[in-house]
């Protein structure tokens, strides 16, 4: 699914975020990313979204060498990954329904599918009910539901997830996990990047780690491995 | 991604289909973004139609004063004295074939001896001239031409063609009032091209301005919506719908102002026309000319919106 090649990002400032990193994440396989702040957790999940660009290196995703994606082709691929942020970036000035529905509005689905697709995945989040309020009056954990409702609600085949748990308590970060992992059960790639190692521990999932750019530590590889 | 799960694309429109019903809804919901702030967009909206309404307004009083001089032609008259020899009924003749031009409304015959009696009643030299036994004065044809605003110089041409007739001996035309009437017409209409372009520049900046401050102000939100996956011109339509509204509104509320103030007006033209015995009435923009005045104002704010979101969009990148 997201295949590394030696990849290199240094940010215009000169200071290299990532340095030579390689690996693979098979498709329909659920990984941790983890190292400490300032590690390059997002400026990895920004590589593969395409919000950043590498300065050295190969990123394949699905089979696409992302250096060959024009500006122009960006959003089609984004439309098949699925992004979770910390700070939701939800709309406040639209209900939670609109909020999920607009990855479904922006590929064009029909009305009547939209609906349908926004309450299965509002559904799978237990929000089913909030549909009609306004962001802003739900909690943090609830927001941060309603964000991956709206990363899920048009069945991407990638999910990334940069410090979901953030600032949620033990009790509502296992809950959400256990959500990644549910939607892991059905298909779907997941890649988190997150510093809760206790609940990583806790999850299972292979790991990789980050240290001051660098990969220090890969459970992929032995998956692979396995698997070859 | 290739993974075939057909499921994902089931019910999505045929792509021309939901081309349409996605612009439709972007439409409208532009429109329903620009009732969300009622204050600010009506402020634009007023400013985009004083800013037209003082050209268009110009424009319609120009026009009428155009009216006002052709309802004065009647005094541009060309004097045809014709050569002593030219009998009565060769006269007779040639006014019958002027009457025919196309460019002269009608063909007066002043007869020598009626021409002589006025000019012994008026400059009375009778005596003396009766002591000259025969009429020294030529027959004279008064010519009525059709005057033109547009085309001043189809009177000069007129005259060439006077002149060049064999039994004319002069041709005398005082168009010196004409002319300066239609230069400062002339005038009237270049200021008011420069005022027209001037304030169309003024619109445009007007809506620029105010969808910069709208992208600015939505942000976020168009970062979010790239980070899903919305392409560019996603993103640029409710804005462009938005400059297009405006452009709307503020046409149309010009065409209010313009027949506001031209019913304003009207009642005191028609009291001073009826004091110079004049039926002339003040018309205001007709329909072709209100609805080219609200194109042209869509057309402004599609532009004006165009420029801004073409500057100011494509540097919102997620980040
Ligand atoms: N846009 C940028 N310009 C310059 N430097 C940047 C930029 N974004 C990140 N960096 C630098 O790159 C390094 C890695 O940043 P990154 O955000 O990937 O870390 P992280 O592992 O996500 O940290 P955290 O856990 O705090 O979120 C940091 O040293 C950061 O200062
Ligand atoms: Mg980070």
Redesign the pocket.
């Known amino acids: 699914m997201i295949r590394f090649d030696n990849v290199n990002k240094r940010?215009?400032?000169g200071?290299e975020?990532l340095s030579n990193i390689s690996f693979h994440l098979p498709r329909g396989k659920m990984a941790y990313l983890t190292?400490?702040?300032?590690?390059?957790?997002?400026?990895?999940l920004?590589l593969i979204a395409l919000i950043?660009r590498p300065s050295r290196g190969n990123i394949l995703l699905d089979g696409v060498n992302l250096s060959n994606v024009r500006n122009s082709k960006v959003p089609y691929i984004r439309r098949n990954i699925g992004i979770i942020f910390q700070n939701h970036h939800l709309l406040y000035d639209r209900t939670v329904f609109d909020n999920v529905a607009l990855p479904l509005v922006i590929a064009g689905y029909q009305h009547r599918e939209v609906g349908k697709r926004v309450r299965a995945a509002l559904d799978q989040v237990g929000l089913l009910n909030k549909e009609k309020c306004a962001p802003i009056t739900l909690s943090g954990g609830e927001q941060q539901r309603v964000g991956i409702a709206r990363a899920i609600v048009h069945k991407p085949s990638l999910l990334l997830a940069?410090?979901p748990t953030g600032n949620l308590d033990p009790e509502l970060s296992r809950e959400i996990m256990e959500l990644f992992a549910r939607f892991n059960q059905v298909g779907v790639s997941v890649l988190i990047?997150s510093?809760d190692l206790d609940l990583i521990k806790q999850m299972g999932s292979p790991v990789i780690s980050?240290s001051q750019?660098m990969l220090i530590h890969d459970d992929l590889k032995e998956v692979a491995d396995v698997e070859a | 991604m290739s993974k075939p799960d057909t499921s994902n694309k089931p019910a999505r429109n045929a792509p021309v289909t939901a081309y349409f019903i996605h612009h439709a809804r972007t439409l409208i919901a532009s429109l329903g973004v620009l009732f969300r702030s009622p204050a600010s967009s009506a402020m634009t909206t007023a400013v985009i139609a004083i800013a037209l309404a003082l050209p268009a307004g110009l424009y319609v009083l120009l026009s009428n004063a155009s009216h006002v001089s052709v309802g004065w032609d009647n005094s541009a008259q060309i004097s045809l004295f014709l050569k002593a020899n030219v009998s009565e009924k060769q006269a007779r003749t040639l006014a019958s074939k002027l009457r025919l031009y196309d460019g002269i409304d009608s063909v007066k015959l002043i007869h020598k001896d009626q021409a002589l009696a006025e000019f012994q009643r008026v400059s009375g030299f009778g005596d003396a001239i009766e002591s000259l036994g025969s009429n020294p004065l030529p027959h004279v044809l008064a010519v009525q031409p059709v005057v033109d605003p547009e085309r001043p110089d189809k009177i000069a041409h007129l005259m060439k063609q006077l002149r060049e007739l064999k039994q004319v001996d002069i041709a005398q035309l005082d168009l010196q009032w004409v002319k300066r009437l239609y230069s400062m017409l002339e005038i009237a209409r270049k200021g008011i091209w420069v005022i027209s372009i001037l304030l169309a520049m003024a619109v445009l900046l007007v809506v620029g301005n105010t969808i910069r401050l709208d992208i600015q102000n939505r942000r976020s939100e168009i970062e979010v919506t790239k980070l899903i996956g919305a392409t560019n011109a996603f993103i640029r339509r409710p804005f462009l719908y938005t400059g297009f509204w405006y452009g709307l509104s503020g046409g149309i509320l010009a065409w209010i102002l313009i027949s506001l103030s031209i019913g304003i007006l009207a009642g005191s033209v028609e009291n001073l026309a009826s004091l110079y015995n004049s039926a002339f009435q003040l018309t205001g923009l007709a329909f072709s000319e209100a609805m080219s005045l609200i194109g042209f104002s869509c057309l402004l704010g599609l532009l004006g919106s165009w420029i801004a979101v073409g500057r100011h969009l494509d540097e919102i990148e997620p980040?």
């Open positions: 940010y215009p400032g200071h975020a190292g400490h702040s300032g590690a390059g957790k997002s400026t990895l920004k950043e940069d410090e990047a510093h980050l750019g | 980040s």
